[in-house]
């Protein structure tokens, strides 16, 4: 067993349950969504990003597009979150926090796209 690969899998898989628990709710409702959640889901698909940068193959270049492209829609989220709240003083209002949400099911999408090619590569592997 290689820790270094069972390591890039843990974080992976993590970074995808920490978007899906955050997901998971009422779309309009700011009690279903935690903003810890969001932040821990925002580092770990961070982390997830720099982990998959030294991979050279085809599809470690298409791993780790779907990791930037989740990181982009989660900090959107964030700074959606923030501006609703410091900057406007428009509060977590039901279209807010639904723009939020959403946001997190675009990287909830990339991650899951991720986690299929994390399985597709090691099924592909040969012993």
Not at 67 to 78: E, K, N, P, T, Y
Not at 114 to 124: A, D, P, Q
Request: hydrophobic share 60%; net charge negative.
């Amino acid at each position: 067993m290689n820790m270094e690969k069972v390591v890039f899998a843990f974080v992976i898989v993590l970074a995808m349950t920490l978007n899906f628990g955050f997901f998971i709710g009422e779309i309009e409702d700011p009690n279903h969504h935690n903003v810890y959640e969001l932040f821990a889901a925002i580092v770990v698909n961070l982390i997830a990003t720099v982990m998959k940068f030294g991979d050279r193959t085809h599809i470690g270049a298409v791993l780790l597009a779907t990791s930037l492209v989740a990181d982009v829609q989660l900090i959107a989220a964030a700074v959606v979150w923030g501006v609703a709240l410091y900057v406007t003083a428009v509060g977590l209002t039901p279209m807010v926090m639904g723009s939020i949400v959403s946001l997190s099911g675009g990287a909830l999408l990339a991650n899951l796209v991720s986690v299929v090619l994390l399985v597709v590569e090691t099924v592909m592997m040969r012993r």
